[in-house]
Every structure is written in C-alpha cells, then in structure tokens.
C-alpha cells in the first residue's frame, strides 16, 4: 500500500514514529498520525491548523489523555518514595537495566507498530484516495481516514477541542480537489 503514498504521506507515517517515540508510546496511533500531520507544510496540514488546532496543544492534549511517566514519579515523590533510590537498589541486587521494559528497549531500536486503529487509518485513506479517483495517496486522505475512523484518540482530541469532523471534512475535500 506505501507505494501509492505521496511523499507528504509517507513523511506522516515516518512523523508519526518520532511523535510516538517523543511521548514514549510503544505504539503508533491516531494521535501520532494527528500531530505528524499538523507538522506537515501542505495545504491539508494548513486546513488542520485554521480549524483550531496546533502540533503543541494536540501534544498536550494527547499528555493528558494518556498520561505520562513523569506525572507518576512527580505523584510518587510527593508521597517521599526516591525512585532514583529504588532503581539503584533493584539494579544492585538484579544487574543494570533490570527493571527496563524489554519490549521498550526492542522498540527504541526499531519500527514501534501501528495499534489497530491506525492501521484501520491507513486502510481507509487508501478508500478516500480511491473514492476521490486519485491516483496517489497524500497526507489529505490520511486526515480523512482519521476522521472517517471516528473513534480513536484523535477524534477524542479533535471532539474535545470543539472541530467539527463534517466541517473539516468539507474543507479537507475541497483542498484535496482542487
């Protein structure tokens, strides 16, 4: 299927890895592909943006839905448990890394995978692109493809920041015809 995708569409798959990689997700999912787009310099990154929403505030949002590591240990050192204190006794007992996720460490060096729902993303970009009568794939189609998946954290984002999918996906067709 990444034959028939523009370069902008393929950097939004590459761009979703790094955002995925950025908030320490061992998966690609919907939000990566949100932010990836939003970073893009295209006509339908541009359509994201006067629609309200912003790489920044669609990080943070996407922070706030999943939390985040740093939140737990700012929550356990409240409570006075030093985790630097406990990873040093674990690791002089256990060896070095014994308490690192071995998946996590496998992920840091290769592909993180796609979750189901941003594959389902991509599988129906390919069905916009078709519907549309493209020949090719760009980073247009991967935003209707969010909007048509309509139940993953993107859409939470998107619900949450007050879009309106059948809006966008108005403005979203008339950049991609034109």
């Known amino acids: 299927m990444f034959e028939r995708f523009t370069r902008e569409a393929r950097e939004v798959v590459v761009g979703a890895q ?7 997700s061992p998966t690609i999912g919907t939000e990566h592909l949100l932010l990836a787009l939003l970073r893009q310099q295209t006509p339908s990154a541009a359509v994201l943006i006067r629609h309200g929403l912003t790489p920044e505030e669609v990080a943070a949002d996407v922070v706030r839905f999943t939390g985040s590591a740093d939140l737990d240990a700012d929550a356990l050192t409240s409570v006075g448990i030093d985790l630097d204190a406990v990873r040093s006794t674990v690791e002089a007992a256990f060896g070095p890394g014994a308490l690192d996720d071995p998946k996590q460490k496998a992920a840091r060096n290769g592909h993180l995978p796609l979750t189901p729902r941003a594959k389902k993303v991509l599988e129906l970009s390919l069905r916009e692109a078709i519907a549309m009568r493209s020949r090719s ?6 935003a209707l493809g969010l909007l048509r998946e309509g139940e993953g954290l993107a859409m939470k984002v998107l619900h949450d920041r007050g879009v309106d999918p059948v809006n966008l996906r108005q403005d979203l067709g008339l950049v991609l015809n034109s």
Request: zero cysteines; aromatic letters at 0%.
């Open 18 to 24: 790094h955002e995925a990689r950025v908030l320490h």
């Open 137 to 142: 794939i760009t980073d247009g189609h991967i």
